[in-house]
Every structure is written in C-alpha cells, then in structure tokens.
C-alpha cells in the first residue's frame, strides 16, 4: 500500500513540478537597427533586464506563413523558416541576449541559412531562451520591413492579429 502513496505523491509533484514551469512569464524581444546600413539585430529581455540571458533557440517565419494547424499550433515546420539556429550548448552557450539577423557563430548551428529580408515583407521571430535563473523561457514577436529598409516592431495589436487572421 505504501508504494500507492509514493507514486501518487510522485505525481503529485511532477504535476506541481509541470505547471510551475508552466507559469513562466514570457520573454521579450525588441529590435535595433543599424541607421547606416540597415542590420537588424534583435535583443532579448526580461522586463527591460537583458543581463544573464542566452539564446537557446532563434527563428524568423513569413507572417504570411503563420497560421492554424491541426493539433501543431500555428508556427510552421521550422523548415519554413526564413533563417533558423540553435545553441550548441543547451543553455545558450555563447550567443548571449542579442543577436544579429543572419549572423553566424561558432557557439550556434545554423539549421535554415539566412534568407534575405525583403522590403515591405512581414516576420514573427520565435525564440527560446534561458534566464539569469537557468529557467527555460520564449520570446515571440512581429516585425516588418519598410520599403526604405527600415524595420519597426508591430504593437501588440498587429501581432495578436495575424493569429486571429490566419486560422488555415
């Protein structure tokens, strides 16, 4: 009978454990741009505090590409991707809070090679992370090109949109 209550208790506290884990508040992303030649680099925060946070994961998909589907959510396969790395290391390694679109480093794997950003076009980055904590975290957001080249991040309004949209 003792070895009934160990396993409820066991999975009472894998239960605790998941939805704890579950209440991680997301991440942020704010994006900077070089005014003189248009790199767009992407930083990863907490509430403002980019201090001890690695990039784990970072993928830019076509807004255009975000829709429902069936039981998957609505991010595409990751081979839809217009670029796609991770770390080498389960924590971030070397990557750090900011990155830089289509930059390439030792301390990431590129998956999907950098597509080039068209002028006008629409993204969403999703990106996985881990804190100054060690926690697992995501950061998601949109942004478009303008036909200048430069990048504005889409307000909370816009980007809640192209889920409601794009049902598939």
Not at 53 to 60: E, L, P, W
Request: charged fraction near 20%.
């Amino acid at each position: 009978m003792n070895i009934f209550k160990e396993i409820r208790h066991i999975g009472v506290i894998a239960f605790i454990s998941i939805f704890l884990l579950g209440c991680q508040y997301g991440l942020n992303i704010k994006i900077i741009q070089n005014n003189e030649d248009k790199n767009i680099s992407f930083l990863i925060h907490d509430k403002g505090d980019s201090s001890g946070i690695n990039i784990s994961s970072f993928t830019v998909y076509k807004c255009s590409d975000i829709k429902r589907r069936d039981d998957q959510g609505f991010y595409p396969t990751p081979e839809m991707s217009v670029w796609r790395i991770t770390s080498k290391e389960i924590k971030g390694g070397n990557i750090g809070s900011q990155i830089k679109y289509g930059s390439i480093s030792n301390s990431a794997i590129t998956h999907i090679p950098p597509k080039p950003l068209a002028n006008g076009g629409c993204y969403v980055v999703y990106a996985g992370a881990i804190d100054k904590y060690g926690n697992p975290r995501i950061a998601t957001m949109g942004f478009k090109i303008n036909t200048d080249g430069t990048a504005f991040q889409l307000n909370e309004n816009e980007y809640q949109k192209l889920f409601k949209d794009n049902k598939g």
